[in-house]
């Protein structure tokens, strides 16, 4: 017994519980976009993980569809095979958030012996990421990544090559 409890205190105290973690979002997720978050819509959404600074993907868009940053009201109207679709784009950052044991128990044991607690700031930590939701419609306001549209599989590939245009720098569709 002496020996599990000598390994198991330091596998306790330096473990951090994960309460709330960011998805892991490799190339695109396709889903709809009020389950990602709330504050969206009940439509489809293209999501990606933002690997860039802040405002590098609406400088990139700008250059690519020569729009203006100054008037970007998160809505583009693109043209994909002869079809106008229009993309609204949303930031949307998901965080991480744990708890840290050692600092919890520190402070317990100062509080057993009526001294303030120190390490109060260091009971979590919380790191976040960005990705982006973009939604797509036609003109007649029907949702273009629904598994029953007719020309989803062209704004799927066009997405993706905008994706990795802005992520690795491919330039040609």
Not at 90 to 114: G, M
């Amino acid at each position: 017994m002496k020996y599990v409890l000598i390994f198991l205190f330091p596998v306790i105290m330096s473990s951090c519980i994960s309460i709330q973690k960011a998805p892991k979002i490799d190339t695109y997720k396709l889903l709809v976009a009020k389950k990602f978050q709330r504050k969206l819509p009940k439509r489809y959404a293209f999501v990606f993980h933002d690997p860039k600074g802040a405002n590098d993907f609406y400088y990139f868009i700008e250059s690519r569809f020569k729009s203006n940053f100054d008037n970007f009201q998160w809505n583009v109207t693109v043209t994909i095979k002869g079809r106008i679709h229009n993309f609204t784009i949303y930031e949307v950052e998901k965080s991480t958030k744990t708890v840290n044991l050692i600092p919890i128990f520190a402070d317990l044991v100062r509080h057993a012996k009526d001294k303030e607690a120190l390490f109060r700031d260091q009971y979590s930590t919380r790191s976040g990421s960005w990705y982006f939701a973009i939604t797509v419609t036609e003109n007649d306001y029907t949702d273009c990544l629904k598994s029953n549209d007719a020309h989803r599989q062209e704004v799927l590939e066009f997405l993706d090559f905008l994706r990795l245009s802005y992520v690795h720098g491919v330039s040609q569709f």
